[in-house]
């Protein structure tokens, strides 16, 4: 449990590759505390850099779908052609020390959270890019993927934005500063909330000689 002894919540970040979302993910992180973020397990390759159990969980494909089979998994979605999933377990303990837990899914994911879970416990951000041609810019110049990689999920950065309607707040990344106070600003916001302050107000109010 947490200083406070409320409950957590799910933010859940989705985004079209090359959008800025770990990168915002990172910030939130650093700079809020008792964020955390929940390590995905994924049947792609890992990219240069990318550390097994930080970036993700690396299985084979048999694996991934022996997981699902279990019901490890509080969601699962095939994002361009490579299969993702979030674990369940992780979630609910972190949720029951009082924790935010990031979520970077993208929107089929989304909707299966929301489908799983309480309503009260998932709270989604859409991240945009200010348009297109930045989002092409960007997936170029981070130099990590083939050029055919690019193209593909171009293709799919459409359908992401196209969901912009199911989350409950939009975060447009045209400059990195800002997009990460926004989502401070939500996390805030999303913590000072009456349903999450139960214990706070029940000690509080004890003082008072009121017993809720
Ligand atoms: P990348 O391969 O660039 O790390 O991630 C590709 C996409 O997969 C991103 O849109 C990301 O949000 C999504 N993704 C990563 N982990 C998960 C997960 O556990 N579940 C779902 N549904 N999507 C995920």
Not at 23 to 51: H, K, N
Request: charged share 25%; net charge negative; hydrophobic share 40%.
């Amino acid at each position: 449990m947490t200083a406070t002894g409320d409950r957590g919540f799910i933010l859940i970040l989705s985004a079209p590759s090359g959008a800025g979302k770990s990168t915002l993910a990172r910030v939130l992180c650093q700079r809020v505390e008792g964020v955390i973020t929940s390590v995905s397990t994924t049947t792609r390759q890992p990219r240069g850099g990318e550390v097994e159990g930080e970036a993700y969980f690396f299985v084979r494909d048999e694996a991934f779908r022996e997981r699902v089979a279990v019901g490890e998994f509080l969601e699962w979605a095939e994002v361009y052609g490579n299969c993702y999933g979030t674990s369940r377990s992780f979630v609910e303990e972190a949720l029951a020390q009082g924790k935010v837990v990031l979520l970077d899914i993208d929107w089929q994911g989304a909707r299966q959270v929301r489908g799983n879970m309480p309503e009260g416990d998932v709270i989604g951000v859409a991240i945009l890019p200010p348009s297109q041609e930045t989002l092409l810019t960007r997936l170029r110049a981070r130099g990590q993927d083939a050029p055919e990689v690019i193209a593909r999920r171009m293709a799919q950065a459409g359908a992401e934005v196209s969901h912009w309607g199911e989350y409950d707040y939009i975060v447009v990344n045209d400059d990195l500063e800002r997009a990460g106070a926004e989502l401070l600003a939500i996390v805030t916001a999303e913590r000072l909330r009456r349903e999450r302050a139960r214990q706070r107000i029940v000690r509080i109010l004890a003082t008072f000689g009121f017993c809720i």
